[in-house]
Structures are given as structure tokens and as C-alpha cells.
Nanobody, 127 residues
Framework: EVQLVESGGGSVQAGGSLRLSCTASGFSLDGYAIGWFRQAPGKAREGVSCYTSYDDSTHYADSVKGRFTLSTDYVKNTLYLQMNDLKPEDTAVYYC????????????????????WGKGTLVTVSS
């Protein structure tokens, strides 16, 4: 069974940091474009960051550039998102996903792809 499980969310004050983890089972993250999305209350889901081994590139939404860092540990089959200098507008449920379209122009699930999504972890940033 293909499964992704996020952890590491929580409540922090503005300026604080959190590190999200996403562990995969039932498949290997290696070989897929992988990334993080988020959905704030009342808003659409948006891409936060993704990585593709196709050209070994990592992409970030403009709103998180310089503050968030995506990393991977293929031995642990785990994806991370280090989030620094958090702002109240970062408050959202964060999801990890695999088998993505990942470029500077797009972060989105592949049509008819693996369809691998976690259930999300809540990040709340207070001012």
C-alpha cells in the first residue's frame, strides 16, 4: 500500500521554526518528484516546495523562498521541510506528495500518477 505520513506540525510564535517530516511506505521516494503543499482555511491548496531528480532541482513558492528548505533522506525514505522565520500567513495544513510535475513554473500532481498524498499536519503561527 502506497502511504505518506507527515509529522512535526504544531503551534509556534512568529519568527519560530518547525521541521516537518514525511515518511513513505509501499514505494520508494527516489525516482519521483516529491514536494510539499499547504492549504490555509478558506483558501485553495498551493505548492510550497518540490524537488525533482530529473535535473536535481528544488523549487519554492515565492512566499517561502529564503525561509523554507526541502531535503530528503532516501535511506529513511523520508522528505523534510525545514521552516524558519515563520509568519502568521504560513498557518495551514501541510501535505507531502509524490509523483509531481515540479518546475519553476508548476507544482502539481501528475495526472494519472501515483496519487500519493499524506493526510496533512497542521502548522499554526501566532503573532
Amino acid at each position: 500500500e502506497v502511504q505518506l505520513v507527515e509529522s512535526g506540525g504544531g503551534s509556534v510564535q512568529a519568527g519560530g521554526s518547525l521541521r516537518l517530516s514525511c515518511t513513505a511506505s509501499g514505494f520508494s521516494l527516489d525516482g519521483y518528484a516529491i514536494g510539499w503543499f499547504r492549504q490555509a482555511p478558506g483558501k485553495a491548496r498551493e505548492g510550497v516546495s518540490c524537488y525533482t531528480s530529473y535535473d536535481d532541482s528544488t523549487h519554492y513558492a515565492d512566499s517561502v523562498k529564503g525561509r523554507f528548505t526541502l531535503s530528503t533522506d532516501y535511506v529513511k525514505n523520508t522528505l523534510y521541510l525545514q521552516m524558519n522565520d515563520l509568519k502568521p500567513e504560513d498557518t495551514a495544513v501541510y501535505y507531502c506528495a509524490a509523483d509531481l510535475l515540479c518546475s519553476s513554473a508548476v507544482m502539481a500532481p501528475m495526472v494519472n500518477g501515483l496519487g500519493a498524498w499524506g493526510k496533512g499536519t497542521l502548522v499554526t503561527v501566532s503573532s
